[in-house]
């Protein structure tokens, strides 16, 4: 701690803040207006000045100057109010007096200085500088006249987001912000809007919609992607208006103007019922009853067995939950699963076949009733707890790891935050970045090294770096206690690392140099996606990283974990609260009971037309012809289910197929939680009236009782009580937080993986389907969301190179065949793609992207003009 | 007995010949002052359209909520226009705050005082009723 005095005040501050932090902390009002709290200062605007002694004989910026001892600071005297002053008149020289029509008004930093300082006369005098103004861009509109060249867009977009898509130009009184032309070509994600201290950028979905003063906030978790942020919605006459993320400003382009999908008019209002090939619409009371009644009468011929559930990793935790005790504690069958099965839930099995399943102990309950949507359980001082949830990383930890092995996952697309993550730790020169893909993705750029493998290839080419690793050090014991070394040593031997770079496409070398980096490390992370998860060895692949952080993992060091990418706002939460035919909630392995088929074992059962396939399918959301592989066998297979029931916010291809179809509220719409991919709880609370349709857990709760099962429930939080009693590792969990912490014992077995990397087929191009940076799932596809502007269909990603080859210009349609099936989409050349791979978003209906797949997200196909 | 009837009659006449202090309302109207404070109203320029840009702070500043439901859309100029703006002069209570809110000058107490209706649904003015020169109760012709 380090003393000073700010205005004769005796205040004890950290050591290594600035005067700005120590003077705010103690509620001492220091002006700013280029200082924003996410950002490094630069002390640019000067407003900040305060005087110093003992320092230089001149003013000082509080934002950009530290503490020291013995420090005696004045935040206000006559000659600082005369330089503030002075600046400020300087400032408003030439900006626009457009308040009245200016979107910050009424929460503009300008604003608020300008009253704050009393200047009521600019009496300075410069030329009109001419207003560039961009009404051109998608989503972002730019109004340089207002501009007070406070750099924050610029530093936002350059050191968190990474997309350095704006700077200034010109210099002094000229100094304009400039996106190198017209229009804006960026990742839209529009943080720079929200970090503006005025009205110099705009969003143009919020545009004139309400002033600020007007609006109702709530603050919730984001719906758009796993990372779990947290923003206010502003609402105003029950409509959903604007996000802000008031503490770093930062949002992806789909959490920030994906909202208004919740309005959009392909929402489903009421229960549809089949009838005579068509659809009509029907009652709550009717609708419900028919599903109940059906499922009772299947129930009674073909036994309970015979109902069959998907959950969603859409819906609440508490939905989800309802969901299995539907089926476990009511039907008592454990029939059910949940589509990560495909992604997530591959990366899961891994990590508990190496880590173990969770085991938790010295948890008690708390005295007191806890507040909503808090855990009931606490951790008492023995509190322990191994098994793999805690080798799963936090991304605020992340930035403390000292090197990060990127695999398989195009970062920012896949999971915004920990890009974000990713940026900050990228300030420190200490940090390493070593992202290992199939193309070249965003930050590629600002890796110190990157490795192109062949597509499919990740866990060779991780058996390259193991083998690399012990042939350097052959002394090596693993960092992480586990056993069954020796053997996983013997078959590592057999690896030949010559063969690894002919066959994985990746040089000797750098395999070399990244085992090198990774042996070096003090707290490696490893963060992998959907695009090594999604493949059919998913599960080898997952096994081959695990195997490599018990190499080199060190557990007890921040940051130093595991980081899978859970896609949507609940993956993780649907399989924690146990939406798995094989885990009870809390990843506890089901014993004593025969756990049902999974979802792809389901299908087969279907394909074969076993006795024991099921005679009704209750789908809670997604669309699982479009997420599901093999599009055309999924469709062949559902429709040979006589009885299927789906609950989704629109009528999806899936829920065409459906006999009855029950409208749910979607985002704010319901109140509930989600578990976000680094284990953390965000808060959903309902801000938006449900317009006639009804929230997910309700209508489970509703068909439950009608069957005569004990599942009535007032609320949500009535459910998080019940549900997080029963779940020990979610001790002193809260929103916004990842519950309590526990003396971790991290030990492992090491399990030998696959490492045949022939990918079926003889076509020419491997196709890789994947996320897009707009969309999130087919969520964010519907009008008008507002990223469908920026991404509005599905584009085949091509080498130009190919692309001449194939006689393909931009835009130019063409076929696209496997040996699944055949669609015609347009191109787009992308040269971050390498020769011979194509990549296509799966997002869209139209073409479907799953109809060329098999059983992987890597699929071989021909590639025809027209 | 008879002189104080005289002085009566006396002063009568004089009333006779002198100019008379009442006026013959409602065929004659009183003139207002200058800075009479009629009704709120919606400001035209000369070329036909409002002044007015929903800004909002006559709504803000209104003590009694006389003033609701602004809604504003985009021009073709990317200007901003008001679609929706309601005065409820059943709660109006004439203090003029809103005109001295305003920063366009877009709002202005008219000098009208004949408010009196038949239906108090006639004094919630909806955008065009608030408007200058299409103010329905400009018309007093409903005596």
């Given amino acids: 701690m380090v003393n000073l005095t700010i205005d004769g005040r005796a205040i004890q501050a950290k050591k290594g803040c600035t005067i700005l932090d120590a003077a705010r902390e103690h509620g001492i009002y220091i002006p700013t207006l280029c200082y924003h709290q996410a950002l490094k200062p630069i002390g640019a605007c000067r407003i900040c000045v305060v005087e110093v002694k003992p320092g230089p004989p001149r003013p000082l910026p509080a934002c950009a100057t530290y503490v020291a001892e013995g420090q005696e600071v004045v935040t206000s005297s006559p000659k600082l109010d005369a330089i503030r002053l002075e600046l400020m008149k300087l400032v408003l020289i030439n900006h626009a007096l457009d308040c009245p029509i200016c979107d910050k008004g009424g929460e503009c930093e300008l604003q608020d200085l300008t009253h704050a300082l009393g200047v009521s006369v600019v009496d300075l005098e410069a030329v009109k500088l ?100 947290s923003y206010e919605l502003w609402t105003k006459n029950d409509r959903p208006l604007r996000v802000v993320n008031y503490d770093t400003a930062l949002l992806c382009g789909r959490g920030r103007f994906g909202f208004p999908v919740v309005e959009s008019p392909d929402r489903l209002k009421t229960p549809l019922i089949r009838e005579n090939g068509g659809f009509r619409e029907a009652s709550w009371d009717e609708a419900l009853d028919q599903v109940a009644a059906k499922f009772k009468e299947i129930t009674e011929a073909a036994g309970s067995a015979a109902i069959y559930g998907v959950g969603s990793p859409r819906a609440t935790n508490e939905a989800n939950y309802l969901f299995q005790k539907f089926f476990r504690t009511g039907l008592g069958t454990h029939q059910l699963d949940n589509p990560g099965r495909y992604t997530y839930v591959q ?27 808090h855990s009931p359980l606490t951790t008492t001082e023995e509190a322990k707890a191994s098994g793999f949830p805690l080798v799963l990383g936090k991304l605020k930890d992340l930035p403390k790891a000292d090197v990060a092995l990127v695999v398989g ?161 609940n993956t993780r939460g649907v399989c924690e609260v146990g939406v798995m035919p094989e885990f009870l909630p809390g990843f506890v392995p089901l014993e004593g009971a025969e756990p049902g088929p999974t979802l792809p074992e389901m299908l087969d059962l ?86 006639g349709v009804r929230p997910d857990w309700q209508i489970i709760s509703q068909i439950g009782s009608k069957m005569g099962f004990a599942m009535s429930y007032a609320s949500p939080k009535q459910i998080f009580a019940e549900l997080a009693l029963g779940m020990p590792r979610w001790a002193g969990m809260a929103p916004k937080n990842g519950g309590a912490a526990f003396t971790a014992e991290v030990t492992g077995q090491f399990v030998p993986f696959e490492t045949d990397i022939s990918l079926p087929g003889r076509r020419p191009f491997t196709l890789l389907v994947g996320k897009s940076l707009q969309h999130s799932g087919s969520f964010t596809t519907h009008e008008p969301c507002g990223t469908l502007t920026i991404t509005n269909r599905a584009r085949l990603g091509l080498n130009p190179a190919d692309a001449q080859n194939l006689g393909l210009a931009e835009g130019d349609f063409a076929k696209v065949t496997s040996s699944q099936g055949e669609i015609s989409v347009p191109v787009t050349l992308t040269p971050e793609l390498p020769e011979g791979l194509v990549f296509l978003p799966e997002h869209f209906s139209q073409p479907a992207a799953q109809r060329l797949t098999l059983n992987s997200n890597l699929v071989r196909v021909t590639i025809q003009k027209g | ?77 990317h200007e901003k226009y008001p679609v929706a703006f309601t005065i409820d002069l059943t709660r109006c209570i004439f203090c003029g705050f809103c005109q001295e809110a305003c920063p366009k000058a877009a709002i202005k107490l008219n000098n009208l005082y004949e408010l009196a209706q038949y239906d108090k649904s006639r004094l919630i003015l909806d955008i065009d009723k608030a408007t200058q020169e299409k103010s329905q109760l400009r018309m007093a012709d409903w005596l």
Avoid at chain 1, 161 to 188: K, M
């Fill in chain 1, 130 to 229: 001419p207003p560039h103004k961009d009404y051109v861009s998608e989503l972002i509109e730019r109004h340089p006249d207002r501009c007070v060249t406070c750099g924050r867009c610029v530093r936002i977009c350059r050191d968190r987001v990474g997309a350095l898509a704006i700077n200034f130009t010109l210099r002094g009184y000229f100094t304009e912000l400039a996106s190198g032309g017209l229009p804006l070509d960026c990742e839209f994600c529009g943080s720079c809007i929200d970090i503006c201290p005025v009205g110099a950028l705009i969003n143009k979905v919020f545009k004139y919609r309400a002033r600020a003063w007007e609006v109702t906030r709530t603050e919730m978790v984001c719906p758009f992607c796993g990372g779990g942020c």
């Fill in chain 1, 606 to 691: 279907l394909e074969k037309g076993d006795p024991k396939a099921p005679q009704a399918l209750y789908l809670l959301g997604g669309d699982l012809l479009r997420q599901l592989p093999n599009r055309s066998r999924v469709e062949k297979l559902l429709k040979k289910v006589p009885f299927m029931v789906v609950q989704d916010a629109f009528l999806t291809d899936t829920a065409k197929l459906a006999q009855v179809i029950l409208p749910v509220a979607v985002h704010a719409e319901q109140e509930g939680t989600f578990i976000s991919t680094d284990g953390s709880l965000g808060l959903l609370p309902r801000a938006l009236p449900v317009n």
């Fill in chain 1, 347 to 373: 990366a899961l099995k891994g990590l508990a076949a190496v880590f173990g399943f969770p085991q938790v102990s010295g948890v008690e309950k708390v005295a007191k009733p806890p507040l909503p949507f």
């Fill in chain 1, 409 to 569: 996952a195009d970062v920012t697309p896949e999971l915004p935050p920990l890009g974000w993550a990713l940026n900050t730790a990228l300030e420190r020169d200490t940090f390493h970045l070593v992202v290992a893909n199939n193309r070249k993705t965003k930050f590629d750029r600002r890796a110190h090294l990157s490795l192109r493998y062949k597509p499919g290839s990740e866990r060779l080419l991780i058996a390259g770096i193991i083998k690399s690793l012990l042939t350097a050090q052959p002394e090596w014991a693993p960092t992480v206690i586990a056993g069954g070394f020796d053997e996983f040593k013997e078959n590592i031997n057999k690896v030949n690392l010559k063969d690894v770079a002919k066959k994985t496409g990746v040089p000797e070398a750098l395999i070399k140099e990244t085992a090198a980096r990774l042996a070096q490390a003090q707290a490696p992370a490893i963060i992998f996606g959907s695009e090594l998860m999604g493949q059919d060895k998913g599960l080898e692949n997952t096994l081959a990283l695990a195997d490599l952080f018990l190499l080199v993992g060190r557990p007890g060091a921040p940051g130093s974990a595991l980081y899978p990418v859970a896609e949507k706002n």
């Fill in chain 2, 1 to 77: 007995m008879i002189i104080p009837l005289l002085k009566g009659l006396a002063t009568t006449l004089k009333a006779c010949f002198s100019k008379p202090i009442t006026l013959q309302y409602p065929e004659v109207k009183r003139p207002v002052a200058p800075r009479f404070r009629g009704h709120p109203e919606l400001v035209i320029n000369d070329d036909g359209d409002r002044r007015c840009v929903a800004c909002t702070l006559c709504m803000v500043v209104c003590p009694s909520n006389a003033i609701r439901g602004i809604e504003a859309a985009e021009g073709e100029n």
